[in-house]
């Protein structure tokens, strides 16, 4: 055998991929089924008309070549249309947007395309772990960026000087939407410590209490300093198409786009006018999609009455675990699966991650296991 590189070796264990390898092998042991209400993979798929679309266009003939390695203008402009509309931001689709093939995959490029190998990359903590891959096929150093319960980054534990800063509102795993004013302190801290900043809008629509969805190129100063990621995973149910954006600082989205010329060669044209469908197409859906996450929030948050939970926004709840419960104990004892917050970082121990994509009887049903293993009835 032949060493592997040290970029595979430098990556930490991938936490789903462990985590769905416990699930399953608890999943195999006698007992009652047992409920996964740990993993973020989406139930509700995308609507009917986005579908269709995609099916159409792959019946053409003429579509089966590759695309161009940019993306097709016509999708760049509808993101940009939804970014006026919706964020009331107004962007230049043909400089100020990159098309991803997944989101994810923009988590990993704006690392290699920020950060020289040795530099110092901040990521929140708690934190999608996610985010530590991308530091590490970088080959840079992370440092943390400590965020309270209500999601306030306490910014004066961030380095002073950095080269790259994540920031994810509405949060994975925190589930809380942004903090007043910490996107003018996060250009702050860019422009005090030398830092590009990415803004991980994954779960920018989902937002509830009658909040609106907050980007972060809305504030001041941002598209000098950074990007934000834009999913059609969560907004549109298009989980699995693999397809997103990165949006911002023009001199960043060259960068990806140079970087991907290499890496890749364009994505399926039909899951682009897909994409173009749902972001130009009825609305609807986003709010019923929304509407669906809020209403089942507030039953888990309901039923857990006497536990802290936060969920203001995203498909989960984060929750502090009672004293002497443990995930593995409710994973073990109770037939239940929740993600243990230690795996999104240091300060995550101690809490757990509920995910509310599930359907609604499973989701009672495991909410009712969380309350016996929880010690409330």
């Known amino acids: 055998m032949r060493p592997e590189p040290y970029r595979l070796r430098r990556l930490p264990e991938q936490y789903f991929t462990a985590l769905l390898a416990r699930v399953a092998a608890a999943a195999a042991l006698d007992g009652e089924p047992l409920i996964d209400l740990g993993r973020g993979n989406p139930d509700v798929g995308p609507p009917a008309h986005v579908a269709a679309a995609l099916g159409e266009w792959a ?3 003429d579509v089966h070549g590759y695309a161009p390695f940019a993306g097709l203008p016509q999708l760049k402009e509808a993101i940009a249309v939804r970014y006026r509309d919706v ?4 962007i230049d689709p043909a400089s100020e947007v990159a098309v991803l093939p997944g989101s994810k995959t923009g988590l990993m490029e704006f690392a290699q395309v920020c950060v020289e190998r040795g530099g110092t990359i901040v990521l929140p903590d708690p934190g999608y772990p996610d985010y530590q891959s991308a530091v590490a096929l970088a080959g840079a150093q992370v440092a943390t960026l400590p965020l309270a319960a209500d999601g306030t980054p306490a910014w004066d534990a961030a380095p002073r000087a ?3 800063l994540y920031l994810n509102f509405p949060s994975n795993p925190v589930a809380v939407c942004a903090p ?10 860019a422009r005090r410590a030398g830092a590009w900043v990415l803004h991980d809008f994954a779960y920018g629509d989902l937002v509830f209490d009658g909040r609106r969805p907050a980007s972060f190129l809305a504030q001041e100063g941002a598209r000098e300093v950074g990007l934000e ?5 969560k907004t549109y149910g298009m989980a699995g198409w693999r397809l997103g954006f990165a949006v911002g600082n023009r001199e960043l989205v060259a960068r990806i786009e140079t970087l991907q010329n290499h890496q890749f060669a364009g994505i399926f044209m039909p899951v682009q006018r897909a994409g173009v469908a749902a972001l130009t197409g009825p609305q609807e859906s986003v709010e019923a999609l929304r509407a ?3 209403r089942r929030r507030d039953r888990a948050v309901a039923a857990l009455s006497g536990i802290e939970t936060h969920s203001e926004g995203t498909f989960f709840v984060w929750l502090r675990l009672p004293d002497g419960v443990t995930a593995e104990l409710l994973l073990e004892e109770h037939r239940v699966a929740v993600a243990p917050g230690e795996g999104f970082g240091s300060r995550g121990a101690g809490w757990a991650r509920l ?4 359907a609604d009887e499973r989701l009672d049903e495991g909410l009712e296991r969380l309350r016996r293993g929880f010690g409330l009835g």
Do not use: K, N, P, Q
Not at 229 to 233: A, E, K, R, V
Not at 355 to 358: D, E, F, K, R, W
């Open 59 to 61: 019946r053409r003939a």
């Open 87 to 90: 964020y009331g931001i107004t």
């Open 162 to 164: 950095a080269d790259a």
């Open 180 to 189: 007043d004013g910490v996107f003018a302190e996060a250009v702050d801290y």
């Open 229 to 233: 990621l834009f999913s059609m995973s």
């Open 292 to 294: 669906t996450y809020e």
């Open 355 to 358: 995910s509310l994509a599930t």
